[in-house]
């Protein structure tokens, strides 16, 4: 019975969320699995990957043939790689303590290299927030400054009183 790792589909339409299963090659694509191995949700940023790395390593060492997406996922969990360390194990090239040496080193690597861009999200959602609420801001003032009407008041020089805004009224008049 040829044996696949493969993702199985679950989650709403638009919202995809994928189980990472052991399954017999023939079997549907959502249908009867072997084993479930982790999940896979592809909707968050950076996309969420839980791996049972020991079990996967148990399928592929037993002949088990990742299709390409999960062969992908094992790759950026370290599945294969501890897969690869463990044929070193078993020629005799490394150690046991050398291969697991190696793998938590890896680890340690790809867990900084992880944190870093999910800093790097953080920090541009952080700035496009700023930049937002500073173009928000600067729309207020400009609603605000429009809104208020200019109260320009005319002070006529002194002893240009009444005499002389009767003398305009008094020329227009006669004008008419």
Do not use: C
């Not at 339409?13 to 994928?18: D, E, N, R, T, V």
């Not at 790759?75 to 360390?85: C, F, Q």
């Amino acid at each position: 019975m040829p044996v696949k790792i493969r993702l199985q589909r679950h989650g709403k339409k638009g919202k995809p969320y994928y189980w990472i299963v052991a399954a017999d090659a023939r079997a549907t694509r959502d249908g009867k699995y072997l084993e479930k191995i982790g999940a896979y949700n592809p909707n968050t940023n950076p996309a969420t990957i839980e791996l049972d790395v020991d079990v996967a390593v148990t399928w592929l060492q037993n002949g088990a043939q990742p299709t390409d997406t999960a062969k992908a996922i094992l790759s950026y969990k370290g599945a294969l790689l501890k897969n690869h360390l463990a044929g070193g194990v078993a020629k005799g090239a490394l150690t046991e303590e050398q291969a697991e040496e190696k793998f938590n080193a890896w680890l340690e690597e790809k867990t900084a290299k992880i944190q870093a861009k999910a800093d790097g999200l953080s920090e541009a959602e952080a700035k496009e927030r700023a930049e937002a609420l500073a173009a928000e801001k600067a729309v207020n003032e400009a609603r605000i400054a429009a809104a208020t009407p200019e109260v320009v008041e005319e002070t006529p020089a002194e002893g240009d009183t009444e005499a002389e805004a009767t003398e305009e009224t008094k020329a227009t008049n006669e004008e008419e």
